[in-house]
T-cell receptor
Framework: GENVEQHPSTLSVQEGDSAVIKCTYS??????FPWYKQELGKGPQLIIDIRSNVGEKKDQRIAVTLNKTAKHFSLHITETQPEDSAVYFCAASWGRTALIFGKGTTLSVSS | DTEVTQTPKHLVMGMTNKKSLKCEQH?????MYWYKQKAKKPPELMFVYSYEKLSINESVPSRFSPECPNSSLLNLHLHALQPEDSALYLCASSQEGEGYTFGSGTRLTVV
């Protein structure tokens, strides 16, 4: 089955810096890669997603890149703000199968 | 309406109790999911319903019993749980394997 590795497990940055979180997946059939932000006491919130036929997608300060050959994808957050502090999860799925999550990255943005 | 609503938000139950968790979505999604999330861990898949039929059961103990009364509702019936079942239970829905939307979860404590 699918396995998703996520690094780093914790990331501390200064406000205004960029943050990068990386994930690798094992199943070459996976074709959908979302990223979720989870704040304390809340459910995961979809922040951006990418399909396997696209190499990069951007939404304001957030971007995701996908390298199908290497089977890895990354989340880039620019101009970080304290409210970006949360746990971020990458995930992968194929067709109508359910999402498989990475272990998560705790991002701390200090002002 | 782009929400998945879960009730109750918090639940404390004894090991001999029977309780149910409820989930509702009105986005027209035809797949619904139950995930279990322990502290500082990623969500783990429990069950998948596709077009109101159970399609995936990730070897979940029989003390957890899912039910999908219609395309908008998903229940999780709980009976004779153990303290180690204490966790955040998340409901999600998706359309054609994309756009997974999570509810805020039910925080379950088994005493």
């Amino acid at each position: 089955g699918e396995n998703v590795e996520q690094h780093p497990s914790t990331l501390s940055v200064q406000e205004g810096d960029s943050a990068v979180i990386k994930c690798t997946y094992s199943d070459s059939a996976s074709n959908y890669f979302p990223w979720y932000k989870q704040e304390l006491g809340k459910g995961p919130q979809l922040i951006i997603d990418i399909r396997s036929n696209v190499g990069e997608k951007k939404d304001q300060r957030i971007a995701v890149t996908l390298n199908k050959t290497a089977k890895h994808f990354s989340l880039h957050i620019t101009e970080t703000q304290p409210e970006d502090s949360a746990v971020y999860f990458c995930a992968a799925s194929w067709g109508r199968t359910a999402l498989i999550f990475g272990k998560g990255t705790t991002l701390s943005v200090s002002s | 309406d782009t929400e998945v609503t879960q009730t109750p938000k918090h639940l404390v139950m004894g090991m001999t109790n029977k309780k149910s968790l409820k989930c509702e979505q009105h986005m027209g999604h035809r797949a619904m999911y139950w995930y279990k999330q322990k502290a500082k861990k990623p969500p783990e898949l429990m069950f998948v319903y596709s077009y109101e039929k159970l399609s995936i059961n990730e070897s979940v103990p029989s003390r957890f019993s899912p039910e999908c009364p219609n395309s908008s509702l998903l229940n999780l019936h709980l009976h004779a749980l153990q303290p180690e079942d204490s966790a955040l239970y998340l409901c999600a829905s998706s359309q054609e394997g994309e756009g997974y939307t999570f509810g805020s979860g039910t925080r379950l404590t088994v005493v």
